[in-house]
């Protein structure tokens, strides 16, 4: 059974940096596009990056363009979000999701299979 896993979160102050961490188990990680979303409580879930099947093809949400990069290592099945200018609205459960094709897409029901999410919280 495939599964995605993160790690990374954690409680930083403004203007740090994060590195979030996807490992996923099983085959065929590499046929698909990755994405990472956030969710705070009572909002819905929302984009953040997303990276193709290649590796090659990325995109980002207004609100952390310039300041998050998405990346992925096909040999070890793990993608990464670095996160770096942290502000105190990035605060969030961090969720690392498998795309169902292999271009980077942005919204949620394109995505099919989720990890368990990491917290992210970011001090003023």
């Known amino acids: 059974q495939v599964q995605l896993d993160e790690s990374g979160g954690g409680l930083v102050q403004a203007g740090s940096s994060l590195r979030l961490t996807c490992v996923a188990s099983?085959?065929?990680?590499?046929?698909?596009?990755m994405g990472w979303f956030r969710q705070v409580p009572g909002k819905e879930r929302e984009f953040v990056a997303g990276?193709?099947?290649?590796?090659?093809?990325?995109a980002y949400a207004d609100s952390v363009k310039g300041r998050f990069t998405i990346s992925r290592y096909n040999a070890l099945n793990t993608v990464y979000l670095q996160m770096s200018s942290l502000k105190p609205e990035d605060t969030a459960v961090y969720y690392c999701a498998r795309s169902s094709f292999t271009t980077a897409t942005t919204t949620h029901y394109e995505y099919d299979l989720w990890g368990q999410g990491t917290q992210v919280t970011v001090s003023s």
């Open positions: 099983g085959r065929s990680f590499d046929t698909y596009a």
């Open positions: 990276i193709d099947w290649t590796g090659g093809t990325t």
